[in-house]
Nanobody, 126 residues
Framework: QVRVVESGGGLVQAGGSLRLSCAAS????????MGWFRQAPGKEREFVAA????????YYADSVKGRFTISRDNSKNTMYLEMNSLKPEDTAVYYC???????????????????WGQGTQVTVSS
């Protein structure tokens, strides 16, 4: 059974930083793309960032490019999202997801991910 668990959310002032972690278990972590999505109140879930199975490819939404950094440690079955220069508009529930299919290229769409965490709240105050 695949399990995906996020941690690290919280309340931070605008301009501050947070680091999210995502641990996955139940199948070989190192051969699947991992992604972060977020959903703000009243809005649809949106893509934030993704990292390829090897870590060699990283992809970002334009809204977070240059401020967020995605990384993974395959030896620990864990992925990270370092968030800097946070803005109030970054406030959302952040979800970690593991792709349904192994290997492959960039995966920017929620439909490509079959396993999701429960989400962690990130709140940025102005």
């Amino acid at each position: 059974q695949v399990r995906v668990v996020e941690s690290g959310g919280g309340l931070v002032q605008a301009g501050g930083s947070l680091r999210l972690s995502c641990a996955a278990s139940g199948r070989a972590f190192s051969i699947y793309t991992m992604g972060w999505f977020r959903q703000a109140p009243g809005k649809e879930r949106e893509f934030v960032a993704a990292i390829s199975w090897s870590g060699g490819g990283t992809y970002y939404a334009d809204s977070v490019k240059g401020r967020f950094t995605i990384s993974r440690d395959n030896s620990k079955n864990t992925m990270y999202l370092e968030m800097n220069s946070l803005k109030p508009e970054d406030t959302a529930v952040y979800y970690c997801a593991q792709s349904s299919n192994s290997y492959g290229g960039q995966r920017l769409y929620a439909r490509e991910y079959g396993y999701w965490g429960q989400g962690t709240q990130v709140t940025v105050s102005s």
